[in-house]
DNA sequence: TGTACATCAGTGAACGCGCGTTCACTGATGTAC
DNA sequence: TGTACATCAGTGAACGCGCGTTCACTGATGTAC
């Protein structure tokens, strides 16, 4: 702790952690995160594979780091959405649509976190407190709209607007409805409200 | 069409094709579809890597035909469900028992088929069509069950009646309830009677 | 029923490949005096 | 400001590994006469 907080050493360490991390997403993107390969990710960066080791311990790491980031980023999606001054059903709306904005904007960030568990990975502790976080968010906003009514419902409540949320949105990231004739955003529009109430 | 229907020959690759594709479900269920490896399932069956080549072209084939048994076992498991006599209401909640219980009974196998997609793999129109017939089972519950409405109204409410099992389910199976206090089966049961209505 | 022949399942060696990871190193960057 | 030293990012060679796939083969099974 006596050392500066960021020497220039640090920061470009940091800077380099980072630029490693984009181009995992870029490949995670690309080809989804159980095929990402450290090698690969040296390649494009134009630097020899080894090297990677100064910045993580091995893969395995590098993958909770990503797990993490999707999740620090969502969860501060969700919380920037549901604005404190605006009533449940608002906040409750608001979050919905930053989510489906979010897994949109980068699917296979999506299904890193909700789809298929890669297999042999394990997720930190972290990460689940994060999952927990957004949880707690929804179930404020249920338990306020819900003022009154036993806690077992906004828990209730909480769950099916989450697992409705996700049943369209991973559907659709997935490929399901392709060809199918209708509008995803229509339909996650209806379950929004219909799980809001 | 000269030759005899099943020759000793064919019924012997008959058998030898099925005992492979039992080994490959093995694995998948250890380890997710995007691991499957055709030595490891040579040699698990004391069977040198090439011979599976009698078999199947390639890796690809294999998996196809994975896909394609999942679909159809699925279809026939909900068609079986719907029982022709049956009111809608009544099929239609037979067919989310059945869902929920071919999904529990090989989390990975419901996850080949709607969960992340394997990465370069495109499925085979005949798994389209399989995954449209079972909407098509959907579709004329809802049809029938809402006799004079519009028939948009039953498309919309059989494809909610889908991702609303479906976000359950690959919750569940993807064990993103595991620490949860609650019971995931009641959570279905309400999902199903919700999207019935 | 016996023999000659064709089919074909399975083998073992080999191919090229990419992977994760370690190691001893070199050269540049930063620190202490 | 200059010098001596320590730190540490990145290299290249090497490790062992398992993969999908091909190929020429051998030996058993089935077919035709």
């Given amino acids: 702790m006596s050392e500066a907080v960021s020497s220039p050493r640090e920061r470009y360490r940091g800077q380099v952690r980072e630029e490693i991390k984009a181009r995992c997403w870029e490949q995670v993107a690309a080809t989804g995160a159980s095929e990402l390969s450290l090698n690969a990710i040296a390649r494009q960066m134009g630097v020899s594979g080894p090297a990677l080791y100064r910045y993580f311990r091995n893969r395995d790491e590098l993958i909770t780091e990503l797990v993490l980031d999707a999740y620090r980023d969502l969860s501060a999606t969700c919380q920037a959405a549901a ?36 297999p042999g990975y394990h997720a930190p502790p972290e990460a689940t407190a994060l999952a927990a976080s957004i949880m707690t968010l929804l179930l404020d906003a249920f338990t306020e709209a819900d003022a009154g009514a036993a806690p077992a419902g906004a828990l209730r409540r909480a769950l099916t607007f989450w697992t409705r949320l996700h049943g369209v949105l991973s559907l659709e ?12 955003a229509l339909l996650y529009a209806a379950e929004t409200d219909a799980a809001i109430g």
Avoid: C, K, Q, S
């Fill in 83 to 118: 604005r404190p001054g605006d009533p449940p059903a608002v906040r409750l709306g608001a979050v919905a649509a930053a989510l489906r904005a979010w897994a949109l904007a980068a699917p296979h960030r999506y299904l890193l976190i909700y789809g298929t568990p890669v």
């Fill in 173 to 184: 990231v997935a490929g399901h409805f392709d060809g199918m004739e209708f509008d995803p």
